[in-house]
């Protein structure tokens, strides 16, 4: 069946460092992925996208980057601030064709 | 604030009860989507809605059922309620029913089962 996973279920940074939130993905047919940021108590927030005919997406201090080779995505996030601590998940189009299917989550603590 | 608004925040009920979840999209958006989101389970896909017609069906219980009205608000009604069914469901909208955009997320209805 389809699933989207993560690499890492924690990960704890410095502010001011760089951070990598990956996720592996085992549907190379997707062609459509995106992350979402969830705070305790809150529904998850779009962060970013990316189409499969795209290597990489930059936004404000996000970049996503896509590799179809490996079914691969990552999350860079840069000069991590407090306010990034949170769960992010990656998804991707399911094979329902509307639906997102989610991985389970990296939980990112940023300390000051 | 994602423009996608959920009522209520919280539900307790008892086995055996039905409940009425509430989702209001953002303004311009046709598409509505039902998650539920557990521990064991994470977020899980259940129906989506576009433009008031069924579009696509996940991992829905017959025990669920959801709508959308023609003003495009949806609801989502549980019936028979089980201890497992103990759980957050969310509500996302998008502007079409196409799946290369994205789903706005609302903060979702705590439901607790007694």
């Known amino acids: 069946g389809e699933s989207v996973g993560l690499h890492l279920p924690t990960l704890s940074v410095q502010e001011g460092d760089n951070s990598i939130i990956n996720c592996a993905y085992s549907n190379s047919a997707s062609d459509y992925f995106i992350w979402y940021k969830q705070e305790s108590g809150k529904g998850p927030q779009f962060i970013i996208d990316?189409?499969?005919?795209?290597d990489k997406r930059q936004g404000q201090r996000v970049t996503v980057l896509l590799n179809k080779t490996v079914k691969h995505l990552s999350l860079q996030i840069a000069a991590t601030q407090p306010g990034d601590s949170a769960v992010y998940f990656c998804a991707e189009k399911g094979e329902a064709g509307t639906a997102l299917i989610f991985g389970k989550g990296t939980t990112l603590s940023v300390s000051s | 604030d994602s423009g996608v608004t959920q009522t209520p925040k919280h539900l307790i009920t008892a086995t055996g009860q039905r409940v009425t979840l509430r989702c209001s999209p953002r303004s311009g958006d046709l598409s509505v989507y039902w998650y539920q989101q557990s521990l064991d389970q994470g977020l899980q896909f259940l129906i989506q809605y576009y433009n008031g017609e069924e579009r696509a069906k996940g991992n829905i219980l017959e025990r669920f059922s959801a709508q959308q009205f023609p003003d495009l608000h949806s609801e989502l009604n549980l019936s028979s309620l089980e201890l497992g069914d103990s759980a957050l469901y969310f509500c996302a909208s998008s502007r079409q029913g196409g799946s290369n955009q994205p789903q706005h997320f609302g903060d979702g209805t705590r439901l607790s089962i007694l």
């Open positions: 990316i189409r499969s005919n795209m």
